[in-house]
């Protein structure tokens, strides 16, 4: 890529980017997008409409930039949880990282590379018809001592990222048990979910896990919820809410839109009242599907409820039967995170979703190499030429040329990678998590890992490589290959359903130890091929130290994100005990696990009747 086709691509993100600031402050100010940008403000009655015309909501403002930086950590933590701390954090980690990386690359490696003469001579009158190789290591000589800077480099920026690695790990670590003690209590905390749960003839899974818990946790056993199949119930309730939407919809409409004819000669019909009776009847369905719910839709699974949090625990983290596929436990999720879907699937299903998950993520991957191939021929006029002869008189344009190869190829790229978060998150759904917050951790890994494959390294060999299909044979030969290609606002939104308390840090942390692997990797090829063979040894325990250091990390900071230890469950448990408010906790944790589509549903006009609960703690 030229320089000037950069620069090209550059100015166009730059004009967009202005753009969208513009659109985005007129925008937030219009009454009718209220909901979109400040929902949270309404719900909570600290912004109103205002119908009559203002001029200023039409002027573009800078105001609520600098309102949005001058929240504190502790009003994030307040009114939006942990997770959104750790997620601002994680963008500031990443702009520590980019700019101690782009102050080394711009000021320190790029004047020695432009000093190097392996590729030629920089012309810097005619600077933006340059290739950017003659800006990367490529144009050093090999050999050179000066390379020794770059080593230096590699080191330097390693130290850097591991200290901040360590320091971010132990800071969210602390915060994660802060934010536990600072806690209401919580239903997941005293809650663990039980699958497996053998049930023997004449008895019900409800009487199973009662007895079993009676007898094997007596002092701590407090109530159970058993999962029921209620996939229909689901379907009702979703039709229900569509055909609930449209009746809002045609209320706020005019009179004369609220009327259809039926046939040709018909009679008219008026739409309201005819939906009014479809939701009543869909209603009608529900309860009475509702109230047939009978022992045969029990799956063998149920959260099971304590007295503290130190009793879940221990039923959690101690094998419950003397066969290890029964009375499988685990941590139950939030109320609200649950992905009540998963419990309709047999233990047969669940696993071959698995292995068609699997299939389709490497499919996925396999597939998006020809929009890859596609952007980075796009990036080489005279490929581009040999591929579309008809367009050679075009492509003599000279901002044609730059608009195509410096911004186009991004656009296209990232306009097909729209698309990946929604499927992958979708193949998690159908992968067996039993929560939410896990469907978008496991989205997250297949996202990361789509990018790092088919973004770094099938953009790599796609433009230089990638019809050398003996680097697939000779994987020693991986890192001299890409040596040689690579050079070549919270406080408004909705209120979070759930809360993870930092869990997603992890996939963080992992994804830089694995990026400061692939560098090391990368370097040791680099210096192989220019000839300083004493450097790419000298590389070698860096990727060591690094692995080592993950580890440490592994067995200081993760097990606090998986489960929390017993010196904070009991201290915790200890200083709520005498508390008048955990009798009524308790009270409304025996229900906290029902299933939604168990709930009668309120969205006709005479749904009055339907208030009473289907199910009683009793039957459960």
């Known amino acids: 890529m ?43 009655g600290n912004s109103k ?66 000093m190097g003469t392996q590729l030629h001579e920089i012309d810097f009158e005619d600077l933006s018809n340059n290739s950017l190789d003659v800006f990367t290591i490529s144009n050093v000589n090999s050999g050179s001592k000066w390379l020794w800077i770059h080593f230096s480099a590699v080191y330097i920026l390693t130290i850097f990222v591991c200290y901040l690695l360590y320091h971010e790990y132990k800071y969210i670590s602390s915060k ?64 229900a809410k569509t055909l609930y939407k449209r009746l809002l919809h045609l209320r706020s409409e005019p009179s004369q839109h609220k009327y259809i004819r ?63 596929i029964q009375w499988i436990t685990e941590l139950a999720p939030e109320p609200d995170d649950v992905y009540w879907p998963f419990f309709s699937s047999s233990f047969m299903r669940r696993w071959m979703s698995k292995l068609v998950v699997v299939v389709a993520c490497i499919l996925l991957t396999i597939l998006f190499l020809i929009p890859v191939v596609v952007v980075q021929g796009l990036t080489n006029l005279s490929q581009l030429e040999i591929w579309f002869p008809f367009l ?33 998150e979708f193949l998690s759904s159908i992968q067996g998590y039993i929560s939410h917050s896990d469907i978008e951790k496991s989205a997250c890994n297949k996202v990361l890992w789509f990018t790092i494959w088919n973004i770094f390294f099938a953009t790599v060999f796609s433009g230089s490589v990638l019809y050398l299909v003996n680097i697939f044979l000779e994987p020693k030969d991986i890192p001299a290959k890409l040596a040689v290609a690579v050079p070549a606002q919270f406080k408004n939104v909705y209120m979070p359903k ?6 997603f840090w992890p996939i963080v942390h992992n994804s830089m130890i694995f990026s400061l692997v692939l560098m090391h990797a990368i370097s040791i090829g680099i210096f192989t091929l220019k000839k300083l063979s004493i450097a790419s040894t000298l590389v070698f325990p860096l990727p060591v130290l690094t692995l080592l250091f993950n580890e440490y990390c592994r067995k200081r900071f993760l097990p606090i994100f998986i489960a929390y230890p017993a010196e904070v469950l009991m201290k915790k448990d200890k200083e709520e005990a005498n508390d008048p408010a955990m009798a009524e906790f308790f009270d409304k944790l025996v229900t906290a696990y029902q299933d939604p589509a168990l709930l009668p549903i309120r969205y006709s006009v005479n749904s009055n009747s339907l208030n009473s609960p289907l199910i009683s703690s009793a039957d459960v």
């Open 176 to 239: 994660r048990i802060a934010y536990f003690y600072s806690s209401k209590p919580q239903p997941r905390q005293f809650t663990i979910l039980v699958r497996g749960i053998p049930v023997s003839v004449g008895s019900s899974v409800s009487e199973s896990v009662e007895s079993f818990f009676t007898e094997f946790h007596p002092t701590t056993y407090l109530s159970h919820m058993v999962v029921r199949r209620t996939s229909k119930l689901r379907s009702l309730i979703n039709e």
């Open 392 to 424: 050679k008189s075009i492509l003599t344009i000279t901002f044609v040329s730059q608009v195509i190869t410096g911004y186009l190829p991004s656009l296209i790229l990232q306009l097909f990678l729209k698309i990946v978060p929604p499927i992958m």
């Open 49 to 114: 409409r205002r119908s009559h015309f203002n001029l200023e909501r039409l002027i573009p403002s800078t105001g609520w930039i600098k309102r949005a930086w001058k929240l504190s950590e502790e009003d994030i933590l307040s009114s939006s949880g942990l997770d959104a701390v750790v997620f601002m954090r994680v963008i500031t980690f990443s702009l520590r990282v980019f700019s101690f990386a782009g102050i080394i690359g711009v000021f320190v490696l790029l004047p020695v590379n432009c």
């Open 498 to 503: 759930y809360e993870t308390a930092g869990k």
């Open 262 to 324: 039926i046939g040709f000669f018909g009679q008219k019909v008026d739409l309201v009242d005819h939906y009014e009776k479809k939701l009543e009847d869909i209603e009608q369905n529900l309860r009475l599907e509702q109230s047939d719910l009978s022992l045969a839709d029990e799956t063998r699974a149920a959260f099971v409820s304590f007295k503290s949090r130190y009793g879940a625990a221990i039923a959690f983290h101690i094998q419950q039967s003397i066969n290890p």
């Open 2 to 44: 030229l320089v000037s086709a950069l620069l090209t691509s550059l100015g166009i993100n730059s004009g967009l980017c202005v753009l969208f600031f513009i659109l985005y402050s007129i925008l937030r100010n219009q009454p009718s997008n209220y909901e979109v940008y400040v929902p949270r403000l309404l719900v909570e």
